[in-house]
């Protein structure tokens, strides 16, 4: 039975659980926004400063141009993942799962609620890494990086931290320990990213290779959010827009059903 204040205002449990995700990263900050920036940091350092001027593209572009929007949707990625999966596997062992369950709110509401957290968190490292980004992009060249599509910038943010939050949600309620959780992120997730177009373009490649990243989704959200930013793109705008979507749909309706049909056992 909802309680008298669900009644009134069914929104209330959704943006309480959202609080929860917000508030639960932001206890351990230094592990959860200090930490990734300090890696993304270290990246543009190492390969953008000491070694860009070593790396010639195609395009014409500078090194650390091209390199800047690669390490922010790398940290939104990652970020966005471990927000949603760590909360679920530790959920599932302290007993908050149960609390969620008997909580007047949907299915759709946790799934939502997760995702937007891990939204958030995601989109802070990826703006901070950005920021960062620039400033090393300014001493070295003088110059900003001005956004070319303001809109698309935003669309690619909220579309890549959902559809890993929501990937995170799947693959939490299917890991029986940290252990399992981290081999996906290491075996899985961070290969798919690195080969996704984040360091390098495909453009130097061999053909073989580059009809072999084609088959990598997380290339097409790479160079979508890439072309937000500098209006450049291995792949055509209307074919990773399409893409994304489809992956949205997928990894929401592989949360749901992770949700549905494991959410809630007794580990």
Not at 83 to 95: D, L
Not at 245 to 267: C, D, E, I, P, Q
Request: some cysteine; proline content about 4%.
């Amino acid at each position: 039975m909802q309680t008298p204040i669900a009644k009134i205002n069914p929104w209330i449990p959704f943006m309480t659980l959202i609080h929860r995700e917000v508030k639960r990263f932001m206890k351990v900050i230094i592990q959860t926004i200090v930490s990734p920036i300090i890696s993304s940091s270290l990246y543009l350092l190492i390969f953008g400063v000491s070694l860009g001027s070593q790396v010639s593209l195609k395009s014409g572009i500078p090194y650390i141009t091209f390199l800047i929007p690669g390490l922010m949707i790398m940290g939104l990625i990652n970020n966005s993942f471990q927000n949603s999966s760590s909360s679920i596997v530790t959920s599932k062992f302290s007993g908050d799962l149960e609390d969620i369950r008997v909580a007047p709110i949907s299915n759709n509401q946790i799934i939502w609620a997760m995702g937007i957290g891990g939204i958030i968190r995601g989109t802070s490292v990826a703006l901070i890494t950005g920021i960062v980004g620039l400033t090393f992009h300014y001493f070295m060249t003088g110059e900003l990086i001005p956004i070319q599509y303001p809109f698309l910038f935003v669309l690619f943010l909220v579309l890549n931290g959902l559809i890993f939050s929501f990937c995170g949600i799947f693959v939490a309620f299917l890991a029986r320990t940290f252990d399992q959780l981290s081999a996906f992120s290491t075996f899985i997730l961070i290969p798919l990213t690195y080969l996704g177009g984040v360091f390098m373009s495909i453009e130097g490649l061999h053909p073989f290779w580059q009809k072999a990243c084609h088959l990598n989704p997380v290339f097409y959200l790479i160079n979508g959010f890439r072309y937000s930013m500098l209006g450049q793109s291995d792949v055509e705008l209307m074919t990773t827009i399409a893409v994304s979507f489809l992956a949205l749909a997928v990894t929401y309706s592989m949360a749901m059903y992770s949700l549905v049909k494991g959410s809630f056992a007794r580990w």
